[in-house]
């Protein structure tokens, strides 16, 4: 993985968690636990009902083949995939109560605009996660 928002991944399946990357309760002062830094911390909401997109090729150029929900604990999953390019991605703009506005993508780095974030992976043979989507508010 790198800053890019480009992921070269083994895998049939790609999935990751949508999250909100800041807490608003049981924030602990001076902990580990930081406002968006791009890693989902245990006092960070996973965003449950979130429509994520998968398209063939690179993002930008791509077709939508599909989307899917996050369940409850804001996982999403794309399986049976053929090897190639895909665009995974999430728009903000699907919901103000998950993406309150102002606000930022933490994750991914890379993204291709203020209100959607993507990856670019190219699947060969293994299982991928940790495609991850962080929104933080301002």
Do not use: M
């Amino acid at each position: 993985a790198g800053d890019s928002g480009i992921w070269w991944a083994g895998g049939r399946s790609l999935g990751g968690v949508v999250w909100q990357a800041y807490c608003d309760a049981d924030c602990t002062a001076d902990s580990s636990r930081r406002r968006g830094n791009g890693s989902p911390d245990e006092a960070e909401k996973r965003l449950d009902g979130i429509t994520v997109r998968l398209g063939r090729n690179r993002c930008g150029i791509s077709r939508t083949l599909s989307t899917t929900t996050t369940d409850s604990s804001g996982n999403y999953t794309f399986s049976s995939l053929s090897a190639g390019l895909y665009c995974v991605s999430v728009n903000s703009r699907q919901s103000d109560s998950a993406f309150p506005k102002p606000g930022v993508w933490t994750r991914p780095a890379g993204r291709s605009s203020w209100y959607i974030a993507s990856y670019t992976v190219h699947v060969s043979s293994f299982n991928r996660s940790g495609l991850d989507f962080g929104w933080d508010k301002e």
